[in-house]
């Protein structure tokens, strides 16, 4: 196929798309559900780099959703269209701000249960902002650098020292400069659904995260009813505990009927 014909063969994809039709692929009976990955602030697919080859191994879809982090309606918007993308049932997890997007987003057709990776999970008319009010603030959310523009990041020494802690200092430096700034408004944006009321959940508790408060996590495990995981890990865990993030997330899949 010339690349003329393949750019005909896109356009009329996207008008199909637009008009209502869409070739969706049958699900094999039986076939196990795809998991749907959505990474946090100051972090993009790759933070997942670790544990996506061990859930590929047991023979599971993955897809990891880059985030254009510009709004929580952004997000929820980029997760959605993953899990359209999926033949069949959907385990999602989301990472910190991830679990923000994962309870307004999860609300999809598709999703069988979440996964709450040292995550977020605030309530109905609830900002992530709103969800930390009476925990004391943790140390890394001090260290955000603001652009122009309102996007926030993390200069290297708080990446290493309060996001990232556990990992040597390489792997931290490469996170830096991986990192997605997100547009500090987005904390503010309130969610109009929680998933979680509606669908099982599993939650890691990180007892040694310095960017949500660990107690703060166990608050919101309890609330939302998850089965609960507590690692002696940083606020990446799926950087420093890749099996034992992927054991909870192979949990989750097995207990998707």
């Known amino acids: 196929m010339t690349i003329v014909s393949r750019l005909r063969a896109a356009a009329v994809a996207a008008t199909l798309a637009a008009t209502g039709f869409h070739a969706i692929a049958a699900e094999p009976a039986g076939a196990k559900p795809s998991v749907v990955i959505v990474h946090g602030a100051f972090a993009d697919g790759s933070d997942w780099a670790r544990v996506i080859p061990l859930l590929q191994a047991k023979g599971i879809k993955v897809t990891a959703v880059q985030n254009p982090l510009t709004s929580l309606a952004d997000d929820a918007a980029a997760a959605r269209r993953a899990i359209d993308s999926q033949p069949g049932k959907v385990v999602l997890v989301g990472h910190s701000w991830g679990g923000t997007v994962i309870t307004q987003a999860g609300q999809h057709d598709k999703v069988a249960s979440l996964v709450y990776v040292a995550a977020f999970a605030p309530d109905a008319g609830k900002s992530t902002a709103e969800t930390g009010e009476g925990y004391p603030a943790a140390p890394g959310s001090k260290r955000f650098v603001a652009d122009r523009e309102g996007f926030l990041s993390l200069p290297e020494a708080a990446m290493r020292e309060d996001f990232a ?34 669908r099982p959940s599993w939650f890691i508790v990180s007892a040694q995260d310095r960017m949500i408060d660990p107690g703060l996590l166990r608050a919101m495990a309890k609330k939302i009813g998850a089965k609960t995981t507590e690692l002696a890990a940083s606020h990446v865990p799926q950087q420093s505990r890749p099996a034992e993030v992927a054991a909870v997330i192979l949990e989750a899949v097995a207990a998707t009927k």
Do not use: H, N, R, Y
């Not at 490469?174 to 408004?185: F, R, Y």
């Open 165 to 198: 802690q556990d990992v040597p200092a390489a792997q931290a430096a490469l996170m830096t400069a991986t990192q997605g700034p997100i547009q500090s408004k987005a904390f503010s944006e309130k969610v109009s659904v929680s998933a979680w009321k509606t």
